[in-house]
């Protein structure tokens, strides 16, 4: 079955230790993206990737970190989390360009405590 | 980047037909309408695309007229299964950075 895998699907931390979330996708899709999706605030692009070894900023970037060292993997690295992280994160993945029909993965809620 | 308006909320009944209406004015030559759903606390799901006319899948269509300037998801037939955000994106087929705004909340009553 064709899916973006994400985990944790949930989880609390405590300010300042570093997290990863990983995400993996399973049709060797070239794109892959991270977005966090806040109350009254719609879903914001953190970071996105349009292959293997190439990265770039989204519209909010700060306090994250990504790597594409695999096709089928984009993990997503809080180095010091802090509570305006707290929030639901969903990873997508898409063919090749961004406005190819994207697939999300089933987020992961995340609170900073 | 085209800006997109959309309802912010609209409500229908069962059985009904919807159309949520996008509006992109400024929309590029090169722009292609996408219109997503999403479900509480789940990721969005890619509905339906078109560039002009229409189109037509086994979930939806979208009108597009020929200005361009706006387009309408059709929803037949909605169920309450249907309640959901829906995100109209008008974007170049090369961009690769995402804008999703708000969406329309569908309500669908029994």
């Known amino acids: 079955e064709a899916q973006v895998t994400q985990n944790p699907r949930y989880l609390i931390t405590v300010t300042g230790k570093k997290l990863t979330v990983t995400c993996s996708q399973n049709?060797?899709?070239?794109?892959m993206s991270w977005y966090r999706q806040d109350p009254g605030l719609g879903l914001r692009q953190i970071y996105y990737?349009?292959?293997?070894?190439?990265?770039d900023k989204g519209d909010v970037p700060e306090g994250y970190k990504v790597s594409r060292k695999e096709k089928r993997n984009f993990p997503l690295i809080l180095e010091s989390p802090s509570p305006n992280q707290t929030s639901l994160y969903f990873c997508a993945s898409s063919l090749r360009q961004g406005a190819d029909e994207a697939f999300f993965g089933q987020g992961t809620r995340l609170t900073v405590v | 980047l085209a800006k997109t308006t959309q309802p912010i909320s609209m409500d229908s009944y069962e059985g009904q037909e919807v159309n949520i209406t996008c509006s992109h004015n400024?929309?590029?030559?090169?722009?292609?309408i996408t219109w997503y759903q999403q479900f509480p606390s789940q990721g969005p799901r890619f509905i339906i695309q078109?560039?002009?006319t229409k189109v037509t899948n086994e979930v939806a269509s979208l009108f597009i007229p020929a200005d361009r300037k706006s387009s309408t998801l059709s929803l037949p037939r909605v169920s309450l299964s249907d309640t959901a955000v829906y995100y109209c994106?008008?974007?170049?087929?090369?961009?690769?950075?995402?804008?999703f705004g708000s969406g329309t909340k569908l309500n669908v009553k029994p």
């Open positions: 990737s349009m292959n293997v070894e190439v990265t």
């Open positions: 078109g560039y002009k």
């Open positions: 049709m060797n899709h070239e794109y």
């Open positions: 400024n929309i590029a030559t090169n722009d292609y």
């Open positions: 994106l008008a974007l170049p087929y090369n961009f690769n950075k995402f804008y």
